[in-house]
């Protein structure tokens, strides 16, 4: 069994930053694409930034030149610095991970925490 797990949000004041963790439990032997959504009240989740197994990033356009993915590989872990936090970017930040080959020969698809909240409030 695979399991992600979020830490680091936090309250911060408009302007303040914070870093938030993803870190991989089970015996995982490979993990594809990785990333960071993030889901305010009452809006639907959205893609904050993306990592590919070979390193590519790509972050959306709102979080750009504020916001820095890191993934590393041995073993699987991913951080997000964020910086120049606004309320509009408070919300519930998930690191879900696309495919999962375990040591066991077990696959997993999509494979979700249970998230950490980040509010950005004065």
């Known amino acids: 069994q695979v399991q992600l797990v979020e830490s680091g949000g936090g309250v911060v004041q408009p302007g303040g930053s914070l870093r938030l963790s993803c870190a991989a439990h089970?015996?995982?032997?490979?993990?594809?694409?990785m990333g960071w959504y993030r889901q305010a009240p009452g809006k639907q989740r959205e893609l904050v930034a993306s990592?590919?197994?070979?390193?590519?990033?790509n972050y959306v356009d709102s979080v750009k030149g504020r916001f820095t993915m890191s993934r590393q590989d041995g073993p699987i872990a991913m951080n997000l610095q964020t910086h120049g936090l606004t309320p509009a970017d408070t919300a519930v930040y998930y690191c879900?991970?696309?495919?999962?080959?375990?040591?066991?020969?077990?696959?997993?698809?999509?494979?979700w925490g249970q998230g950490s909240l980040v509010t950005v409030s004065s």
């Open positions: 990592v590919t197994s070979g390193g590519n990033i």
């Open positions: 879900p991970a696309g495919d999962v080959w375990h040591y066991n020969g077990h696959y997993y698809r999509d494979v």
């Open positions: 089970g015996s995982i032997r490979r993990v594809s694409t």
